[in-house]
């Protein structure tokens, strides 16, 4: 059996590339497989959306990308049984030695159309068929008969599926807990990050330059949430305890970072509550500028109501920012009473309690943000991340 010792084919799929977690992690993790001399193909759907897209930045990347139209984020039978034959076509031409799946709809397709491939070429060369949990389909905000079939979906999937890898330990357990695959099964790799975008400080001109650019002054304490402008995204609370913030602290400013189908929803929300001065809205930024705009705001804040473990909490702490988040998913695993301040989901006036915590003090945020820093250095490194992938991979192919 091959190991990662030598050049491996590899295939990942994913349902389509915007601006998001799972992509950028998937992304980074198809880079640095090239370099390290495995031979990488990428297949994705269009990226059709508000969210933007990443696309060209990945075809900067030393790896192919072949596009799947039929490919979407929406359920469509038609569509999705045209995409589950040319992903399985494309995988018999390209004959890998690893199938690796990302998001729902990808996961899916993509491991059947893998599965059905065990043994077809070669006896000697089976592929192995790995998936990536980056957040699960079923939760508590839709209907129990939804739920139920995205876990039976995710169970007859989970058994045409050699190993999976959790972007975090909560979520490995959730999936456990509702029958999907078993613990052995499982291995956790924290979503890496590229890190010298974060852990180097913007010069204070830089700064200053994209605070004027949004019109925040320069003595503001800038509160900033990055997500897109989405159902669960936890935006209306962060609006909800703006309304007595905004009366306590004078100099206290919010920052939304990024797009969706709300952004006009919430613009005209904060402008009836006579907010309008004290919000501002940058819309897409592309991801170089994401670092920036946490090092120019002070405090990150993140209320989504379903995330696995959401990227922004450790870009925050590696830009030195303090995090306040809801305690969902993988969140506690970042976030603590030495890294920021964890609260419980929904609960408004403890989300304002805890703002006003480190809005009035200044060293406090400097502190936990310097402690978030030293403490998720190590853990979003892009080779750590890799370097768990291959280690799974080679138990794959071993078993």
């Not at 030393?62 to 984020?73: E, G």
Request: hydrophobic share 40%; glycine share 6%; aromatic share 8%.
């Amino acid at each position: 059996m091959p190991d990662v010792d030598k050049t491996l084919k590899i295939v990942h799929i994913i349902t389509r590339l915007i601006l998001g977690g799972a992509q950028e992690n998937t992304l980074i993790t198809c880079r640095l497989l090239a370099q390290r001399g495995h031979e990488v193909t990428l297949i994705t759907g269009p990226a059709i959306g508000p969210e933007g897209q990443l696309f060209t930045q990945a075809k900067k990347d030393p790896y192919k990308i072949i596009v799947s139209a039929n490919l979407v984020r929406q359920i469509n039978p038609i569509k999705d049984l045209l995409a589950y034959w040319h992903i399985k076509g494309l995988l018999h031409g390209l004959e890998p030695d690893i199938i690796h799946t990302h998001s729902a709809k990808a996961g899916i397709l993509g491991r059947y159309a893998g599965w059905s491939l065990k043994g077809k070429y070669d006896q000697n060369h089976i592929p192995a068929v790995i998936h990536t949990v980056h957040g699960l389909a079923f939760h508590p905000y839709q209907s129990r008969l939804k739920n139920k079939l995205y876990i039976a979906a995710e169970k007859a999937a989970a058994k045409r599926t050699d190993q999976f890898i959790s972007v975090a330990d909560a979520m490995s357990q959730q999936a456990i807990n509702a029958g999907i695959g078993k613990p052995e099964q499982f291995t956790t790799a924290y979503s890496a990050i590229d890190e010298d975008m974060f852990l180097s400080p913007a010069p204070p001109e830089k700064l200053a330059e994209f605070r004027r650019r949004h019109n925040i002054p320069a003595d503001a304490v800038v509160m900033v949430t990055i997500a897109r402008l989405f159902e669960l995204k936890g935006h209306d609370y962060i609006i909800e305890s703006a309304r007595k913030l905004a009366q306590k602290f004078p100099n206290a400013y919010w920052l939304f970072v990024g797009n969706g189908n709300l952004a006009d929803y919430y613009k005209k929300t904060v402008a009836g509550l006579g907010l309008a001065e004290r919000f501002r809205f940058t819309g897409l930024l592309p991801p170089e500028d994401v670092p920036l705009a946490i090092q120019a705001s002070d405090i990150l804040v993140h209320c989504s109501l379903r995330e696995g473990l959401a990227r922004a909490l450790p870009q925050a702490l590696l830009c030195a920012k303090p995090a306040v988040s809801f305690d969902l998913d993988g969140a506690k695993e970042v976030v603590n009473e030495n890294t920021g301040r964890l609260i419980k989901p929904k609960d408004i006036q403890a989300l304002t309690d805890a703002c006003a915590e480190l809005i009035q003090n200044r060293q406090l945020r400097q502190r936990l943000g310097q402690q978030g820093q030293n403490f998720v250095k190590e853990m979003f490194a892009p080779d750590k991340m890799v370097d768990t992938i291959e280690a799974v991979y080679e138990k794959a192919m071993n078993c």
